[in-house]
Structure formats: structure tokens, C-alpha cells
């Protein structure tokens, strides 16, 4: 589960703005919106004391990954350990439940848990889905594929494009999605797991399963920007390949751009939408909705062409406002399938 458990408040300095210079707040008060999935401290008393067995350690992985290869996932599975965890995380369910009120509007104690409830057995839904088409001799999931004319028109000029994914719904669609779909290279990009022994676990299941046609990148935030990728993907995307990153996680470190998100400020990477822009290439953002046990609503919203006039920042805010309009149409298609398990909104 890839949840935060620190953030740090932005530096004003780094929240890009229409004239790229730092914005100055007019109150040391102001609640700015937070920053930062950084996740567990592997240095931690818990993580020490926990080990293998903590919430981020390669246990949870490994027994889920080989829970769906053995047949061990399903209702009875997730009874089990979503009840766990929701009774045990109690900061995350708090995070939950405040960011699904600005979506949903205020509701009684009872009905806030069963909310944040439903959002956990979704989630597990979804990971179970992922892992279960990640094994052999696996009979393709049912498709629903929305907005296949927006695939058309991103794929017709031959130039690269990004694919912006958020975490809503089966974010990681390896095993999901079609073969025939995406027929070009593509480079995705991850994060980097806390735990050097989930980060190994991770990679050697992706090498596992992934096309010939995938690269996987990944990186850590305290390596944020990373140069040695950035200048990989910059020209995968002008040699006419793909790449695939997520657009709704501001990094601890890195440059952001305020946004708002149901009427609320909210911060983005810059990196997805100044790397189109740069590249001169546009960009989709695709989501996939767990609709049942082997079946998937993949949506492939409007192309998004990221302007490229004198003024960076304003052109970086156009796609970036572009994207946050389709992660609030996908997270009010589905509340529960929404996955910040962060404080996604300014108190």
C-alpha cells in the first residue's frame, strides 16, 4: 500500500506560479494545501520492531502476490485483512474520512466509517484484481474501453505522448490491460518502495510480467528531480515512445503547481506537465474502474495539448488544471476508488 506517513509543508519557493516567481503569502497562518508522500521511516521504532511485518514491508506484498497464485484472494480474504487493518491504521482512517467529507459532505461517525470502510475493501479489490492477472495461463479480464476515439487521435500523428495516471481505481494496470493497446515502447515510471526488500520484491515481479515493449523507471523523492531519468523520458518521448507517470502526488521534494480539486487548493507534480511540455508532446489521462472480479472500465479522457508560449508556468498550469478536472470527474464516477491515503486538502 503505497501510503504516506510524514509530510512537510512547500516552501512558498517552490509552487510554481503564473510569472515563476516565489508567492508570498499574506498570512503565516494560511493553510496551504500539504505536500509529500514520503512513507514509512525504515529507521523507525515500529519498522525495527515490526520488520518484514510492518504495513510497508515485503510480507504483505509477498503473501498477496502469491495469495492470488494459490487462490487465496477473494471476499473471505479480504474480510480478513481489511477489517484488520481498517481497526489498526487510525490515522489513515482519519485521513480518509476527511478527504472523502470534501467529496461526499459531512455524514454521521457511523456513516464516515463505513465510508472509509468501503474505500479499504476497494482498494483491496483492486490489488487482489492486479495480482490475480499477474499469473500464467490467466483467462483476459471483460473490458469496458470508454473514449477509444481519444486513443485514436493521441496515437494518429506517430509523435510520443504521456499517459497521466492518478490513483484512482486499478492504477497499475499491468496484466489488465490489452497487448494490443499499446504497441510502442513505453517507460513507466514508479516509486521507489521504503524497504530495500519490498523494492526488490517489486522488481522482480514487474521483470516477471512486464512486455518486451515496457521499461520501468524508478524513483525515490529524495532523489526528485532525478536527471538521469528525466533525460531518459524526455527522449523516449521524441524518439515517438510512451511515457506513463502518475499526475496526482506531489513530491516532498520538487518542483509543485497549485491546482484545485472540488473546489479546494491542491498541489501537483510539476514534472509530468512541464516534461509534455518540454517534449513538445501531448498528454491522455487514462483510469481503470475495478467493476467486479474480472471485469474493468478503462476511460481514456480527451487528449490534453500543453501550450508552449513565453510564459512556462502559465503553459505548466493549463495542463495541470486540464488533468485536475479529470481526477474530479474519476473520483466522483467512484468516491471509494479514490487512494490518497494522505491529507489531501489544506485543514
Same mark, same amino acid.
Not at 503564473?18 to 498570512?27: N, R, Y
Not at 502476490?65 to 473471505?76: E, M, V
Not at 472523502?100 to 475493501?121: D, F, M, N, Q
Not at 512486455?211 to 524513483?219: E, Q
Given at each position: ?27 503565516? *497562518? ?10 514509512? %521511516? ?7 520492531? @515490526? ?23 477473494? /471476499?473471505?480474504?479480504?474480510? $480478513? ?51 490475480? !492477472? ?22 494518429? %500523428?506517430?509523435? #510520443? @505522448? ?12 499491468? #496484466?489488465?490491460? +490489452? ?73 516532498? !521534494? ?22 509534455? /511540455? ?8 487514462? @483510469?481503470? @474502474? ?5 471485469? !474493468? /472500465? $478503462?476511460?481514456?479522457?480527451? +487528449? ?10 502559465? %503553459? ?15 473520483? /466522483? ?13 489544506? *485543514?
Amino acid at each position: 500500500m503505497d501510503t504516506p506517513s510524514h509530510t512537510r509543508e512547500p516552501s512558498d519557493s517552490s509552487i510554481a506560479t503564473s510569472d515563476e516567481t516565489a508567492s508570498t503569502p499574506t498570512s503565516t *497562518s494560511t493553510a496551504r494545501p500539504p505536500r509529500g508522500w514520503t512513507t514509512a %521511516d525504515t529507521k523507525s521504532l515500529g519498522y525495527r520492531f @515490526f520488520g518484514r511485518f510492518h504495513i510497508f514491508g515485503t510480507f504483505w506484498y509477498q503473501a498477496h502476490y502469491y495469495g492470488a497464485r494459490l487462490g487465496f484472494t477473494g /471476499r473471505i480474504a479480504n474480510a $480478513i485483512l481489511v477489517t484488520m487493518f481498517f481497526c489498526i491504521l487510525r490515522t489513515y482512517r482519519r485521513i480518509m474520512a476527511a478527504n472523502l467529507e470534501v467529496v461526499l459532505g459531512p455524514t454521521s461517525w457511523w456513516r464516515t466509517l463505513i465510508r472509509v470502510y468501503k474505500a479499504c475493501w476497494a482498494f483491496a479489490n483492486c490489488r487482489s484484481a492486479r495480482y490475480t !492477472f499477474l499469473q500464467k495461463n490467466v483467462a483476459p479480464p471483460e473490458l469496458v474501453i470508454e473514449g477509444d476515439e481519444n486513443w485514436k487521435a493521441i496515437t494518429a %500523428d506517430g509523435r #510520443g @505522448f504521456i499517459i497521466a495516471t492518478a490513483h484512482v481505481g486499478n492504477y497499475e494496470g499491468g #496484466g489488465i490491460l +490489452p497487448a494490443d493497446l499499446i504497441q510502442r515502447p513505453i517507460h513507466q515510471v514508479r516509486n521507489r518502495e521504503p524497504d530495500p526488500r519490498t523494492q526488490a520484491f517489486m522488481e522482480r515481479m514487474i521483470e516477471e510480467h512486464s512486455p518486451s515493449n515496457c521499461v520501468t523507471h524508478y524513483m525515490a523523492e529524495q532523489e526528485a528531480p532525478d536527471l538521469k531519468t528525466s533525460v531518459a523520458l524526455m527522449n523516449a518521448l521524441r524518439a515517438g515512445e510512451i511515457v506513463a507517470m502518475p499526475g496526482d502526488r506531489a513530491p516532498q !521534494f520538487g518542483k509543485v503547481v497549485a491546482s484545485e480539486l472540488f473546489g479546494r487548493p491542491y498541489l501537483l507534480p510539476e514534472g509530468p506537465f512541464s516534461l509534455a /511540455r518540454t517534449a513538445g508532446v501531448p498528454m491522455i489521462v487514462v @483510469f481503470m @474502474f475495478w467493476l467486479g472480479p474480472r471485469k !474493468f /472500465r $478503462i476511460v481514456l479522457r480527451e +487528449p490534453i495539448e500543453v501550450p508552449k508560449t513565453a510564459d512556462r508556468a502559465a %503553459d505548466v498550469q493549463v495542463a495541470a488544471d486540464r488533468y485536475t478536472k479529470d481526477l474530479q470527474w474519476a473520483i /466522483r464516477e467512484s468516491p471509494y476508488q479514490w487512494f490518497c491515503f494522505r491529507k489531501a486538502f489544506a *485543514s
